[in-house]
């Protein structure tokens, strides 16, 4: 059975950090893409960062320099820097993987208010 779990969510002030994190089950993570989406409110989602088996990242313009993505493939896990948070950066973030099929995580909230 697939599972991805998000984690590391929580209420932040503007200029604050956190760390998301996936766990992922129940296939090969080694073979997958590895991917974080957002949705804001009133928003459709979107990228904002994947990093692939092979280790090549990708951000969107909007959070390059300030988000890093990483994999641990002993763990099965990706994880997700957030610094220099804006308010612009709330919203559900979603983990996602992807190869021939996608799975995708149940989200979790990241709010950025002072």
């Known amino acids: 059975q697939v599972q991805l779990v998000e984690s590391g969510g929580g209420l932040v002030q503007p200029g604050g950090s956190l760390r998301l994190s996936c766990a992922a089950s129940?296939?090969?993570?080694?073979?997958?893409?590895m991917s974080w989406y957002r949705q804001g409110p009133g928003k459709e989602r979107e990228l904002v960062a994947s990093?692939?088996?092979?280790?090549?990242?990708y951000y969107a313009d909007s959070v390059k320099g300030r988000f890093t993505i990483s994999r641990d493939n002993y763990k099965n896990t990706v994880y997700l820097q957030m610094n220099s948070l804006k308010p612009e950066d709330t919203g559900v973030y979603y983990c996602?993987?992807?190869?021939?099929?996608?799975?995708w995580g149940q989200g979790t909230q990241v709010t950025v208010s002072s």
């Open positions: 996602k993987a992807a190869n021939v099929f996608a799975y």
């Open positions: 129940g296939f090969t993570f080694t073979s997958y893409t």
């Open positions: 990093a692939t088996a092979g280790g090549i990242t």
